[in-house]
């Protein structure tokens, strides 16, 4: 049963410590924008992790709803099915917006991150949506880098509660109302659902990048095929 349980563990580390590996330069740009962000939030941040959750959930629920909403207008232009990825987008939006309206009941912001909350979502959401309508699939990698990020930020969160480094307290009631968590749960179990969230939404966007990617190259192929096509018709004619 020992063995069992530490199988378990091990599973869920590893699931946790996912890394995609840039293959191409849409990704590098990707990555290299995502590690950027996080030396600016490590730097003002530093281990304010309650601080850091309430800003940086402001900017993660951006996303989803910009890339929802372009996602919809294409939908609504082209008169044709989306496949689910629209309602997938926007849960995804109000789910960072849940993680949000639980921090602050964890960590109020300071005027100036208030004011840094409003900057940032202001350039954040004209960036994100531009680069939507240039690369879709540059734009959900990115997704999936930041995602990455917050699944190492609140496993340090994590790490700091549990060696008491951080005083835990109980779990604000919107927490237990949303998850579905214990009437007893702490600080402790509302990071742990909440960076298991960050996973899912960290696989979905990389996955939405990947078929994004293979479409492009079906695209590409059938292109390339049907010049062929042409180029022997041309020369049976000739």
Do not use: C
């Amino acid at each position: 049963m020992l063995k069992y349980g530490i199988l378990i563990i091990l599973i869920i580390m590893s699931d946790l410590d996912k890394h995609f590996k840039p293959i191409n330069l849409s990704d590098k740009v990707a990555l290299s924008f995502t590690k950027f962000l996080r030396l600016l939030a490590d730097t003002f941040f530093k281990k304010r992790y309650g601080h850091r959750a309430v800003v940086l959930e402001t900017v993660a629920a951006v996303p989803g709803m910009v890339a929802g909403m372009l996602l919809h207008l294409k939908s609504l232009r082209k008169i044709e099915d989306d496949k689910g990825w629209i309602k997938t987008l926007l849960d995804e939006a109000e789910n960072e917006r849940m993680h949000l309206m639980t921090f602050i009941h964890v960590a109020k912001p300071t005027a100036l991150e208030r004011f840094i909350i409003m900057v940032a979502q202001f350039i954040f959401i004209l960036t994100y949506a531009i680069i939507y309508l240039v690369s879709q699939r540059t734009a959900h990698r990115i997704v999936g880098y930041f995602e990455e990020e917050a699944v190492i930020s609140y496993t340090e969160y994590l790490n700091e509660l549990e060696a008491g480094s951080i005083p835990d307290q109980p779990a604000p009631l919107i927490a237990i109302n949303y998850w579905n968590l214990p009437l007893h749960a702490t600080l402790k179990d509302v990071v742990r659902v909440i960076r298991d969230d960050e996973a899912g939404h960290r696989d979905v966007n990389h996955k939405f990048a990947d078929l994004i990617n293979l479409k492009k190259k079906k695209l590409a192929y059938k292109k390339k095929k049907n010049k062929a096509k042409e180029k022997n018709t041309e020369e049976v004619l000739n």
